[in-house]
Nanobody, 122 residues
Framework: QVQLEESGGGLVQPGGSLRLSCSTSGFAVDRYAMTWFRQAPGKERERVSCMSSSGDDRIYYLDSVKGRFTVSRDKAKNTMYLEMNNVKPEDTADYYC??????????????WGQGTQVTVSS
């Protein structure tokens, strides 16, 4: 059974850092492309990043987070991470990890975690 669980959210000041974790079970974390999404109150859900599993581990980032967020995965721990640096108030959202149905970041995710809340405020 595929399961994903996010953790690491919380309150952080602008300019600060936070690391989100997505622990997985039921499959190997490098078996499929993996994504991070976020949804702020009253806004559409948006994809923050996606890491393919096609061998080149190509990574996609939302323009507004490029240079500040870094996604990675630890195969031994079956966990994906989102390192968030120099966070801004507009990064405030619920963050979700999800699996893609293939090695690539195309299409729609098929399994989701329950989300973790990130609040950026002074």
């Amino acid at each position: 059974q595929v399961q994903l669980e996010e953790s690491g959210g919380g309150l952080v000041q602008p300019g600060g850092s936070l690391r989100l974790s997505c622990s997985t079970s039921g499959f190997a974390v490098d078996r499929y492309a993996m994504t991070w999404f976020r949804q702020a109150p009253g806004k559409e859900r948006e994809r923050v990043s996606c890491m393919s599993s096609s061998g080149d581990d190509r990574i996609y980032y939302l323009d507004s987070v490029k240079g500040r967020f870094t996604v990675s995965r630890d195969k031994a721990k079956n966990t994906m991470y989102l390192e968030m640096n120099n966070v801004k108030p507009e990064d405030t959202a619920d963050y979700y990890c999800a699996t893609m149905p293939s090695y690539y970041c195309d299409g729609q995710p098929d399994y989701w975690g329950q989300g973790t809340q990130v609040t950026v405020s002074s």
